[in-house]
């Protein structure tokens, strides 16, 4: 019987501890990209609520022109997604890049008497 183990040479490129295999470190999000960019929430939902209010062929115009910013094309390219698949799956996405997933609503929890009560495990929705 071998005395060493079987990758015991591997060990010498074993991540320290705290050490992570991603030097470039934890990709940016959409948010982040957009802040430092100088956008800021309440100006990206505004921009979604006015692509939301325009006609197919308006939006179609922001995707295909040259002068629009980036972020208005990629929502409205999403909405034309949406229009001509059926599929809504792409602005829900966006949705939840951009502000986080919803909260469901439950009255018992969200009353100011109930603020640290968490929800039971069985009664948790199914995700």
């Known amino acids: 019987m071998n005395p060493k183990p079987k990758y015991e040479h591997l060990q010498v490129y074993k991540y ?14 959409y948010v982040t990209i ?8 309440p100006m990206i939902a505004t921009m979604v609520a006015e ?5 197919s ?8 022109s040259d002068t629009e910013p ?6 409205s390219k999403a909405f034309c997604k949406a229009v001509y698949t059926g599929e809504y799956k792409y602005i829900s ?11 469901p609503y ?7 008497d109930n603020e640290n009560k968490t ?3 069985e009664e948790k929705p199914a995700e």
């Open 106 to 112: 439950i009255p018992e929890i969200h009353s100011p």
């Open 51 to 55: 692509i939301m209010m325009l006609n």
């Open 70 to 75: 980036m972020i208005r094309k990629a929502i």
């Open 34 to 41: 957009l802040k430092e960019l100088g956008y800021t929430k």
């Open 93 to 103: 996405d966006y949705m939840t890049i951009l502000f986080g997933r919803p909260v």
């Open 16 to 29: 320290k501890h705290g050490q992570s295999g991603n030097k470039l470190g934890r990709p940016k999000s």
């Open 57 to 64: 062929n308006d939006i179609y115009k922001i995707v295909d």
């Open 119 to 121: 929800i039971p495990e």
